[in-house]
């Protein structure tokens, strides 16, 4: 656990020393903000609740969070510093979910500072705050689940643009699993219960109900399981390929 | 006591270590010598547990590299190649972040960090992150890290590269400080180091061990070695000098150089410069310069590697 915490607090520390940190934040509330009062519509539909907010999210990350995990391992491969971690007394599972859980926490850093719309919307109206609490909740889960998704891709390679190309193409893919652009691909030949499968697997599906207010226990242990499924990969990965 | 039990690594069909097999006891400075691309990085990058052999073993201190990693790892301080580490951080930072790693807190960490500090001549730049750093600072504050926790074990992989010559003594005399109760491994292709600071040397190429024995002791190999060289007055003088030198009972073979230098190689690797100066005195023969030369290592280096890379 100690040495899980140092790696977090190593992992934040190179965030805030660099400019990282603050292009990801300014830039991610600059962009949530702009979504939701000119293409939400946040006033004109004139309900006090928070989804012109929400609704883009999935989009947000989509470019953000690949631009924030393809440096996890890509960049410790490519400087050589994978070396020097990998034999400190510490496992690569350790490592792994440590430097998951700084990016995560991160992440939600930036969400907890998208509270001035949560203040403004409760100055307008009596939105309901379990169902603002909720969609967090998810849009975080989704975060987590994209960053997972870009530990693994980053892991696979030195280069980081490669690693932010591969992440935001299969998060891509993982958004719009139930929509035609993916279930076409399986559409003439795939049995019925595969795309079923497939469509199950859309993060949009699940944050969509999330992000409505409604805790469905499925979307969050789906969530859960995608992470804990990319960071098992990411250590396999490690372990398969670490020295080239 | 580290042990290696061949230790093998395949890379594809590339054979890079190829059952090496080796022990080092605490109190030794072992040189691992080689032809870049010999397995001397490989080799360490296995003792360290950060590659997987493909097959064999490595015991540190008794802990299997392979089924032991940890406490294996706490025992090692590790100089990977080309001193990597965090640029965006100070040196400071860096450090601290190491010896708490390594589960140093407190007092404790301050103490150990400032030590390595102090050994390493760090405390003008803990302020400034590693990025600013010229190469011979990376390289000090590389290993700085691997010594933060005082481990019997030091592997260091080229510990002097890119450090100028006062540098490279500083750090020669820090490893002969810490020698007497530490096992250490470098790795080096300067053959000076190897005399300066190794017990024992392994001259490494193509992933098998070659020779394996003190820097005094491979240097004995040289041809060379304890060979005397003559040069007289004048050059017309040595075609007697070098037929009555190749007539000594000790000498086994006479060059004559376009000089009028006159080298006589001994027959076992003996000294012979006492009969050789006894002829000379004999003789009368005026001579500017007479001495015994000794092996050099990038000799033996060239002819034991020779024959396997060209």
């Known amino acids: ?244 | 006591m580290i042990q290696a039990e061949r230790l093998t690594k395949r890379y594809g069909p590339l054979l890079a270590v190829d059952a090496l097999s080796f022990e080092v006891a605490p109190g030794e400075v072992l040189g691992f010598l080689g032809p870049n691309g010999a397995g001397k990085s490989t080799t360490m990058k296995m003792l360290t547990g950060f590659v997987a052999p493909t097959s064999g073993d490595a015991i540190v201190c008794g802990h299997r590299v392979s089924g032991d990693a940890r406490a294996a790892r706490d025992r090692l301080g590790y100089l990977p190649e080309g001193a990597p580490s965090y640029p965006e951080m100070t040196v400071r930072a860096f450090l601290a972040f190491i010896a708490a790693m390594r589960g140093l807190r407190g007092p404790a960490r301050r103490t150990a960090v400032d030590r390595a500090v102090g050994q390493l001549d760090l405390g003008d730049v803990l302020a400034q992150t590693v990025d600013t750093l010229s190469k011979g600072y990376r390289r000090r504050v590389g290993l700085a890290q691997a010594i933060l926790h005082d481990p019997p074990v030091l592997i260091l992989d080229e510990p002097t590269d890119g450090l100028d010559p006062n540098q490279k003594h500083q750090v020669r005399r820090l490893i002969e400080g810490m020698a007497a109760d530490k096992i250490i491994i470098i790795s080096t292709h300067i053959l000076e180091e190897v005399e300066a600071v190794c017990s024992r040397a392994l001259i490494i190429s193509s992933g098998r061990i070659l020779a394996d024995d003190t820097p005094q002791g491979l240097a004995a190999r040289a041809r060379r070695h304890n060979a005397v060289t003559l040069r007289p007055r004048a050059a017309g003088d040595a075609a007697q000098i070098a037929e009555a030198v190749d007539a000594l009972p000790g000498v086994d073979s006479v060059e004559r150089a376009d000089d009028g230098t006159v080298t006589a190689f001994p027959a076992d690797g003996a000294p012979i410069i006492g009969d050789v100066a006894a002829l000379a005195g004999e003789r009368g023969w005026p001579l500017v310069e007479l001495h015994q030369e000794s092996g050099r290592l990038d000799e033996v280096f060239r002819e034991i590697t020779g024959e396997t890379v060209s």
């Open chain 1, 1 to 244: 656990m100690n040495a899980i915490r140092t790696l977090i607090a190593r992992e934040l520390y190179s965030y805030f020393v660099t400019p990282v940190a603050y292009v990801f934040i300014v830039i991610f509330l600059v962009l949530a903000g702009a979504f939701t009062f000119q293409l939400g519509g946040f006033y004109q539909r004139e309900q006090a609740d928070l989804m012109p907010f929400f609704t883009f999210h999935p989009w947000l990350y989509l470019v953000l969070v690949p631009a924030l995990a393809m440096r996890l391992w890509a960049e410790e491969r490519r400087s050589g510093s994978i070396e020097l971690l990998m034999t400190l007394p510490v496992s690569t599972t350790e490592a792994v979910v440590a430097k998951f859980l700084a990016a995560w926490l991160f992440t939600a850093l930036a969400l907890a500072l998208t509270f001035p719309i949560w203040l403004t919307v409760n100055y307008l109206g009596n939105p309901d705050n379990g169902a603002i609490l909720t969609a967090y909740l998810g849009s975080l889960l989704m975060a987590g689940a994209f960053l997972a998704i870009g530990s693994c891709l980053s892991a696979t390679t030195r280069n980081q643009v490669v690693a932010f190309i591969l992440t935001a193409a299969v998060c891509l893919v993982f958004l719009l699993a139930g929509f035609p652009l993916v279930l076409d691909a399986f559409g003439g030949w795939a049995p019925g219960w595969l795309l079923d499968t497939v469509a199950g697997l859309s993060f949009l599906t699940h944050f969509n109900a999330l992000s409505r207010g409604v805790i469905d226990v499925r979307d969050v242990l789906y969530f859960l399981l995608v992470i804990a499924a990319f960071l098992y990969a990411t250590a396999i990965v490690l372990e398969m390929k670490k020295a080239n």
